[in-house]
């Protein structure tokens, strides 16, 4: 019996999600560098952020960034695929929760829950768990980072279809949630001259 609810799930468990680790690591220093400043401009908008949960970690570099910024952070990060997590681990303190997303079950609240370059690839029929889940584990900021559209969209990614979904999430969240509120929110252009990322719009929601 197949032990994921979702295709995407069994995807990014297994060779698709490997694939997607290769390329990540052939880029490592280029995402770590760029990731610094990406997150430094979305921290100026925080206060007291201690802690951080990331849903889908992959192998970190997200998390490798905050710490540059933060050493005394304390960063949690939930990961599907095995490969992606043993890279995980060799992060000093970092809790590694190796699992789905959807089998995820929120322990305590972190003062920053992050999501970036992720939700765009579950699957939309999942879309509201994920939103609870994320809401569940903020103690005061969710944050997204990901293709934005205004409205839903299915995009054809690296010869698949089903595998990257584009919409509205913070909007979604935000609806469905109406004590959250959003802080700020900004684009980052993949010709960026300095710090470029992949075309990804994060917005910074603040329980209220």
């Known amino acids: 019996m197949n032990k ?4 995407q799930e069994e995807a990014w468990a297994g060779e698709f999600g490997e694939a997607y680790i290769k390329r990540n690591e052939d880029l490592k220093t280029k995402y770590y560098k760029n ?6 401009e979305i921290f ?5 952020v201690n802690s ?3 849903f889908g970690s992959n192998i970190g570099l997200n998390l490798e960034a905050m ?7 304390e960063v949690s990060g939930i990961e599907i695929n095995s490969t992606a997590v043993a890279s995980l681990k060799e992060i000093p303190g970092v809790k590694v929760y190796h699992q789905s ?7 305590y609240p972190r003062d920053f829950v ?8 579950l699957n939309p029929d999942w879309l509201d768990k994920v939103y609870e889940l994320m809401y569940a584990s903020s103690k005061n900021y969710i944050c997204f980072a990901e293709y934005y559209d205004p409205h839903p969209v299915e995009v054809f990614y690296h010869g698949h279809n089903d595998r990257l979904f584009k919409r509205d999430f913070a909007g979604e969240m935000m609806d469905k ?3 959250l509120k959003l802080i700020e929110y900004g684009f980052v252009y993949h010709r960026d001259n300095n710090f470029p990322q992949d075309d990804v719009t994060w917005f910074l929601l603040q329980k209220s």
């Open 177 to 179: 949630f109406p004590d």
């Open 52 to 54: 951080v949960l990331e």
């Open 67 to 73: 710490l540059v910024l933060k050493p005394d952070l």
């Open 35 to 40: 990731n610094i400043p990406f997150f430094a």
């Open 114 to 121: 992050l999501i970036k370059g992720v939700i765009v690839h």
């Open 101 to 107: 997303i959807l089998d995820f079950e929120p322990d």
């Open 4 to 7: 994921y609810r979702t295709e």
């Open 44 to 48: 100026s908008h925080t206060t007291d």
